[in-house]
C-alpha cells in the first residue's frame, strides 16, 4: 500500500525517486523526530548539574528550586509554541525553539563559568526559563505533525517520541563525559548547542502530510523501533551502572558515546527498509495492467448531489444577519462552550479548556507531574543529604531518565494493548501513575541503605507514565484540530504544581532544616558558602505531604475515568480508518489514471 499521494512521473524511477520519497516518507521523518526528541530532555538532567549552578553562583537551596521552578515553568508552559503551530509550518516552530534553546543555556553557562558578571537571580531565572522553553517548540514542531501523521497508532507513537526525550537525560551525559570528559558545568553548554543542531539539521524534514493511507506494516514497525529503544535503554543502564563502579578512562568514554550514537540511528535503518518496500511495491503496480475501466459520470446539479447536502448541526448555523456565528466555528471562541461536541470530536479551544473533563485532568496532572517534578529536581540533593557520593548521585540521575523512558514507551504501548483487547480506559492508567510515586515518595521520606536507587525507579517510572498519558488523553477526548495548543494548555498544571510543592514545601522546609544544623554547630548563615542540610530529616515531612499529594491526585483521577469508561468502550479510533481507507481509493484511482 502506498503511504503518500503519488509521486509525479518525473520521480517514478530510479536513485532520485527513491531519496524524494524517503526524505518525504512518514519512515524518515519518524526517524528524524526520534533524533530531536533525544536532544529535548535538558530539563530532565538539572539535578545532575544543578550543583554547578548552586555552588558557582552562591546560592542556598530555596534560591535553587526557585531556579528549578522557573525551568518547570518554561519547560511546560507551551501556549506560545501550540498557538504558533496554528499559523506557522513546523520548520518555523523547530527554528523559534533552536534560537531560543542555544541562547538560553549558552547564557546560564557564561554566567556559571564566570565568564560575564554574577547576573542577579531573576536574570538567571529567565536564561534558564528560555531554554527550558525551547522544550516545547521541539515537542510541538515535531511531535504534533507525528501524531497527525499517525492517528490510528498515537498511543504508540507518543509513547517512543516521549521515551527518546526521557532516555535525553542519560544520553546527555554519555556524549558530554566523551566529549568534555567529567566538569557538570560543560554539560550546560552540552545542552546549549547540541539540541540546536539537531532541530537545524532536520527543520524541513517534519510535516503534517495531507493524504495518509494505510501500511501493513506499522504496527510491526513500530514494535521494531520499541525494541531498538529498550537496547539503547538497557545499554545506557549497563553504562551508567558500570561507570558507577569501574573506573573509565576518556577513551572509554568516547567508546561508550559511539556506542550509543549507533543504537541511536538504528531507527534509520527501519525507515531505509519501510520505504524500499513501499517503492518496490510502486514498481511492481505501476507494470499491473488496470483491473478496470474508471469511467467519470458528468456531475450531478448541486442541489440533487447528496455529498454536497451535508448535515449542519444546529449550534453552527450561521446568521445571514452577522458574522459571530461564523467566528464561532474557528478557534477559540465563546459561542459554543455550553454545546460541545461529544468525546473524540475537535472541540475548540475554550470549549476544551473550559470542559469538566479537562479541569478534572488539569487537577490530576498539578498533583501527579507537580509531585514527581520536585522530586526529580531534588534528586542530587537528596542523595547529597543521605550521604551518597557525587558519582552515585550521578547514576541516581541516569537511572531516573532511564526509568522515565520505561514508563514513556510502556505506557504507550501497554495502554494501547489494554484499549484494543479489553477496552481499558487510559485515564485508569493515569490513576495507577499516581499511585506508584506515592510509594517512592514515602521511601525518600523514610529511607533505608539503597532506598534512593528505588525510589528514583518508581517516580522515573510514574512520571514517564504521567507524560504519555496527558498527551494522549488530551487527543483522543479533545480532537487533533487544536492538539498543538490544548497539549501545551494542558501541561500548564505541571510548573504550577512544581511550584507550589517544589518551592513553597520542599525548598521552605529543607532551608529551616539546614538553619537548625546551623544554629547547632553555633553557626550562622553568612558563615557557610551554601546552605546544606545532612540527614535522613532533610526530606522526610516533604515527602510524607508529596505521597499525600498523590494519593489525592490519584482519587481524583478515578473521577475522570469514570466518566471516560464509556467512551472507551467503544470504536475511538473508526474515523481515521475510513479517511484512510478513502485515501487509499484515491491513490489508487490517480494511479489508475497515470497509467493511461
Known sequence: MAETTVLPSSHGCGLCGFMVQFLRGRWFMMFATFLIMSGSGATYIF??????????????QSTLNILGSCKDLGATIGVLSGLLAEVTPSWFVLLVGALMNFSGYFLVWLAVTKRIPKPPVWQMCVYICIGANSQNFANTGSLVPCVKNFPERRGMMLGLMKGFVGLSGAIFTQLYLAIYHNDAKDMILL???LPAVISLVFLFCIKEMKKISGHPHEVKVMYQNLIITVGLALTLMALTIGQNYFNFSHADYVASATGVCVLLFLPFL??????L??????????LKPPNRVVTEEPPLPESSNPRKQEIVPAHCTTDKG??????RQE?????????KPKRGEDYTICQALLSADMIILFIVTFCGLGCSQAAVDNLGQIGESLGYPTKTVNTFVSLLSIWNYFGRALSGFGSEQLLRKWKVPRTLMMTISLVVPAIGDLIIALPFPGSVYIASVLVGFAYGVQLTMVFVIISELFGLKYYSTLLNCGQLASPIGSYFLNVRIVGKLYDKEALKQLARAGLTRSMVPDLTCIGTQCYRTSFLILAGVNTLGALISLILAMRTREYYKSDIYMKFRDEMEANEKEIAMVSSADQK
Request: contains cysteine.
Open 331 to 339: 478557534g477559540c471562541c465563546c459561542g459554543d462552550i455550553c454545546n
Open 277 to 286: 518496500e513501499t517503492w518496490q511495491q510502486k514498481k511492481e503496480d505501476a
Open 191 to 193: 545542552i546549549g548547542w
Open 47 to 60: 539535578g545532575a548539574y544543578s550543583k554547578a549552578i548552586k555552588s558557582s553562583l552562591g546560592y542556598d
Open 322 to 327: 452577522g458574522g459571530d456565528d461564523e467566528f
Open 270 to 275: 527501519v525507515a531505509v527498509k519501510e520505504e
